[in-house]
């Protein structure tokens, strides 16, 4: 199967300006303006908590547009429903048949809740590339003799 496809600020690969700054714009016109995001109204508190704490996080990445909403609120009920789940499953043991019956229904939303991190980048490996990534980007934009060359300097 396919990789999918990432967002052009967590391309590696080589690509021309032109191709680079196509595809942004393609891309920040499909993913819906930046600006405030917020978590739908129906939402549990703790659900919210999650939904939030994640928005804040991504924030400085700028890959979250209005379109995220419903990624972002799937992942946040997934979220909290595995974590319920696993203290039930802490408090009634694994050897009863509720307990059994709890893991089950856990591991759907632990299928759920690693969905959304991939969606959302939220791994530690697409954190350290998002990272390197960024810092790349701002060595280059910093680079006198690419800004001198580009006309800014």
């Not at 893991?103 to 530690?124: C, H, Q, T």
């Amino acid at each position: 199967m396919a990789r999918p496809a990432k967002a052009t600020k967590l391309l590696s690969g080589h690509a021309t300006k032109d191709e680079i700054a196509a595809r942004e714009a393609a891309e920040s016109k499909l993913r819906g303006p930046c600006g405030k995001i917020v978590a739908p109204g129906w939402l549990s508190r703790e659900q919210k908590k999650i939904f939030n704490f994640v928005v804040r996080e991504l924030s400085a990445s700028e890959i979250l547009g209005s379109l995220d909403v419903y990624v972002l609120t799937q992942f946040a009920v997934a979220t909290e429903r595995m974590f319920d789940l696993e203290r039930m499953i802490n408090e009634e043991g694994c050897g009863t048949a509720l307990g059994k019956d709890l893991i089950f229904a856990r591991n759907s939303y632990v299928k759920d809740f690693w969905r959304g991190a991939n969606e959302l980048s939220l791994s530690p490996q697409a954190r350290a590339k998002i990272g390197t990534l960024s810092l790349a980007r701002m060595d280059e934009e910093s680079d006198p003799l690419k800004k001198l060359l580009a006309g800014k300097g």
